[in-house]
């Protein structure tokens, strides 16, 4: 994810400078570091400079070896300890004086800045306490994202995250909550994106926000939503069958309604029931059809990031031990997970018993 591109999208939405700095601050999050006092996002053009210049705390020229560095810069806040330096940077001093002349006759004055200044402007003497504070509301925010993150990155298609930070109010309207609500962005995997929104724009982003779509624009691929248009039956169960002969290495035995019976080579059945992202079971069968191992979206146990669960094991003594499967309801989407449940029953045949082939 780029943030110029982000930056990009703000201009195209006519969000001003402060706007526009809002935006990075929300994704910023996930770029600082302990010891950097600042997040430096490099400008391409000087009409953008220009745009960024003109909300900014303050606008200067710093000169570090020989290069000329014009800076649009935003100063440290209470939400987020370092300043942001929007900026574009050249050796050449004739290019600084053309630059420099197009942002003037803009009504924007800005001069050299030596060392001390600039670090006053960035406050970096106060940098390491204003990061400690803002790292431990950081971390009690993303808690629940990252635990999420971590289930997901394991049982499915997903492998990144991005929390957007809003400091314990909704991102949308600032309004405070405790509320988190995530989306996925699916390209050739899944990249988890988490916020905080109040009850109304949690409804809202459901019915795809604006919000929603924006992010959806700037980072690629499709949204899914919870209640993105519902896939027909068809295509859900088609989408199921081709995941399971593909990349499962399976043989359907059976379509039923939205039921999908498929074999392994070994014997080991999976049976599919898919009726909706919130009504499904993954079932995995031994040879003889007694019953291993389930995903499933019963709200039956008390699991965190519930409902969905996993019984890795259904002999009797353990059938109701269940562990949070973070899983989507979508076959494509679960690969990960029904692939290892796949994997332990097909190991625990060729302990017991050989293989029949
Ligand atoms: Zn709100
Ligand atoms: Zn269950």
């Known amino acids: 994810m780029k943030l110029n591109d982000v930056i990009k999208d703000c ?29 430096a996002i490099e400008i391409s053009t000087k009409e953008i400079l220009l745009w960024m210049m003109q909300g900014a705390t303050n606008a200067h ?15 440290p806040t209470e939400s ?27 009504g924007i004055r800005f001069g050299p800045v030596n060392d001390a200044g600039f670090s006053k402007l960035i406050d970096d003497a106060g940098y390491a306490q204003r990061y400690e504070a803002w790292h431990e509301k950081w971390k009690a925010d993303t808690r629940s994202f990252d635990g999420l993150l971590g289930g997901r990155r394991e049982n499915t298609a997903v492998d990144q995250g991005i929390w957007l930070s809003s400091d314990g109010r909704c991102l949308v309207c600032g309004v405070k909550t405790d509320r988190m609500a995530t989306s996925t962005v699916w390209g050739k995997s899944g990249m988890m994106i988490g916020m905080q929104l109040c ?27 919870s209640n993105m248009r519902p896939r027909t039956a ?14 499962l290495e399976c043989t359907i035995v059976k379509v039923e309604e939205q039921t999908v019976t498929a074999r392994r080579k070994t014997g080991v059945t999976v049976v599919i029931r898919q009726h909706s992202p919130s009504n499904y079971a993954y079932n995995i069968l031994s040879p003889e059809g007694k019953q291993l191992s389930r995903v499933d979206s019963a709200n039956h146990h008390k699991v965190p990031y519930g409902p969905d669960h996993v019984h890795s094991d259904l002999r009797k003594s353990t059938k109701n031990v269940v562990k949070a499967s973070f899983t989507y309801g979508d076959v494509g989407l679960d690969l990960k997970l029904i692939l290892k449940l796949i994997q332990e029953a097909e190991g625990k045949l060729s302990n017991n018993q050989k293989v029949i082939h």
């Open 11 to 39: 201009i195209n939405l006519k969000l001003d400078g402060c706007a526009t700095d809002s935006a990075i601050q929300c994704f910023g999050g996930n770029l600082l570091e302990e010891k950097r006092p600042v997040l």
């Open 61 to 75: 020229i710093y000169i570090s070896a020989g290069v000329f560095h014009m800076n649009a810069l935003y100063g």
């Open 199 to 225: 009850l109304t724009h949690e409804a809202e982003s459901q019915k795809q926000s604006t919000l929603l779509n924006y992010l959806a624009k700037h980072l690629g691929g499709t949204v899914m939503f």
């Open 234 to 247: 068809e295509e859900a169960l088609e989408q199921a069958c081709e995941a399971l002969t593909v990349n």
């Open 80 to 106: 987020f300890p370092a300043a942001r330096i929007y900026f574009m940077k050249t050796e050449n001093l004739l290019l600084v004086g053309k630059i420099g002349a197009y942002i003037e006759q803009h």
